[in-house]
């Protein structure tokens, strides 16, 4: 257990779906990340937060939209997805740049 | 690009055996880190060694840096099954706000 949650951990969904994913971390860390993996490719940073500001966004879609309510959760937000983007969505957080704490991942399926 | 290479892409080894990666990178890194990932899971850091540092020890590993040839190594030393994973290297470049993960290195340990 790193001390940082993500739910669901699996989810399925239609391209004409709205869902959401969330994170969690209690470790008093003040930036936030959500990551891409998808099969044989690099782990793709897709949004950052830093103080609950978000300071990078990678030119990711519009169907994917963040948000940060507070320092401690981290939210993303899915509509109209294609099936491209099924993959392992990762969260993680840290106090600065040294060590990056990851969740244990959402699998999303998108059919 | 900053992004690390690892290298080799994958490796097969026995237990009992030591496992080496490699990880090339491109520009200046203020610190150098290991992670590794379980199937489907989430990623775990390992060891993080500055760039004023050229080698750490962590139990079973050994990380050594050589900035002058933009490279660093992870040796684990008498591999066990359980060691069977995704192993990645992640920079931290001066001016960027986020780490830079390499594609990793996939380690399979057989008993």
């Known amino acids: 257990e790193t001390g940082v949650t993500q739910t669901p951990r699996h989810l399925v969904m239609g391209m004409t779906n709205k869902k959401s994913l969330k994170c969690e971390q209690h470790?008093?860390?003040?930036?936030m990340y959500w990551y891409k993996q998808s099969a044989k490719k690099p782990l793709e940073l897709m949004f950052v937060y830093s103080l609950e500001e978000r300071v990078e966004n990678n030119s990711v879609p519009s169907r994917f939209s963040p948000e940060c309510p507070n320092s401690s959760h981290l939210f993303l937000h899915l509509h109209t997805l294609q099936p491209e983007d099924s993959a392992l969505y990762l969260c993680a957080s840290s106090l600065g740049l040294d060590t990056q704490y990851f969740g244990p991942g959402t699998r999303l399926t998108v059919l | 690009s900053q992004q690390g290479e690892e290298d080799p892409q994958a490796l097969s080894i026995q237990e009992g055996e030591n496992a080496t990666m490699n990880c090339s990178y491109k520009t200046s890194i203020n610190n150098l880190q290991w992670y590794r990932q379980n199937s489907g899971r989430g990623l775990v850091h390992l060891i993080l060694?500055?760039?004023?540092?050229r080698e750490k020890h962590s139990g079973r590993l050994r990380v050594t840096l050589d900035t002058s040839k933009k490279s660093s190594s992870l040796l684990i030393t008498a591999s066990r099954a359980a060691d069977t994973a995704s192993y990645f290297c992640a920079t931290d470049h001066s001016g960027y706000s986020t780490l830079t993960f390499g594609k990793g290195t996939m380690l399979l340990v057989s008993p």
């Open positions: 470790l008093g860390h003040n930036a």
């Open positions: 060694i500055r760039s004023n540092e």
